[in-house]
């Protein structure tokens, strides 16, 4: 299983940016898949997640501004960014809660990370 993100890169405050995942591999079944990112200095947190059901969660700093989505028939999850901050900047990971074969449990899988930089 592989994750491969994109979609990172530099914007001034304010603007915004899409980062998109795309898990491949032998899969049976996909939990949740979801955005985290970490700061400088800061252990990383979770940014968004969204379930099986399409049900969003988000954390309380980017309601209202950033967007999680899914494609489940390319395997790909989608973050909008939207009014973003200087504070912002940092390394943002996909991840991915599934299994791989019925006879198996829920696996953690991460994607390598893209950077987004928020200038001021």
């Known amino acids: 299983v592989q994750l491969q993100a994109s979609g990172g890169g530099s914007v001034q405050a304010g603007g915004s940016l899409r980062l998109s995942c795309a898990v491949s591999g032998s899969i049976f079944y996909i939990n949740t898949m979801g955005w985290y990112r970490q700061t400088p200095g800061e252990q990383r947190e979770l940014v968004a997640t969204i379930n099986h059901g399409s049900t969003p969660n988000y954390a309380d700093s980017v309601k209202g501004r950033f967007t999680i989505s899914k494609d489940i028939r390319k395997n790909t999850v989608y973050l909008e960014m939207n009014s973003l901050k200087p504070a912002e900047t940092g390394v943002y990971y996909c991840?991915?809660?599934?299994?791989?074969?019925?006879?198996?449990?829920?696996?953690?899988?991460w994607g390598q990370g893209t950077l987004v930089t928020v200038s001021s």
């Open positions: 991840n991915a809660v599934l299994i791989r074969r019925p006879d198996l449990g829920p696996e953690t899988y």
